[in-house]
């Protein structure tokens, strides 16, 4: 069993920045890859971002890419969401998912966390 936590969400205005940690514990070596989701309200979970084990590969939806950068730290067993010139359409709940190899969907992804809110104003 691998278990998620994230962090960092908030409310911030359009053009600000964030940064969510998902710390995991328990079995993290059956589930190297990481990711990052969102949802925002009425609509479908989609895809942010995702990254390997080693940090040498990383995925970015079109929609976040020159925005946000994903990026881990192995000795903390945690993973991070850099967010920058946030805009309105970035409001969702962003949960951190666990996963054998590092896949686009949510179905390649085993373990999930709570998630946090992020909201940016207008």
């Known amino acids: 069993q691998v278990q998620l936590v994230e962090s960092g969400g908030g409310l911030v205005q359009a053009g600000g920045s964030l940064r969510l940690s998902c710390a995991a514990s328990?079995?993290?070596?059956?589930?190297?890859?990481m990711g990052w989701f969102r949802q925002a309200p009425g609509k479908e979970r989609e895809f942010v971002a995702a990254?390997?084990?080693?940090?040498?590969?990383?995925y970015y939806a079109d929609s976040v890419k020159g925005r946000f950068t994903i990026s881990r730290d192995n000795a903390k067993n945690t993973v991070y969401l850099q967010m920058n010139s946030l805009k309105p359409e970035d409001t969702a709940v962003y949960s951190c998912?666990?996963?054998?190899?590092?896949?686009?969907?949510?179905?390649?992804?085993?373990?999930w966390g709570q998630g946090t809110q992020v909201t940016v104003s207008s």
């Open positions: 990254i390997s084990w080693s940090g040498s590969t990383t």
């Open positions: 998912a666990a996963g054998p190899r590092v896949r686009t969907t949510g179905n390649g992804y085993d373990y």
């Open positions: 328990g079995r993290t070596f059956s589930s190297p890859a």
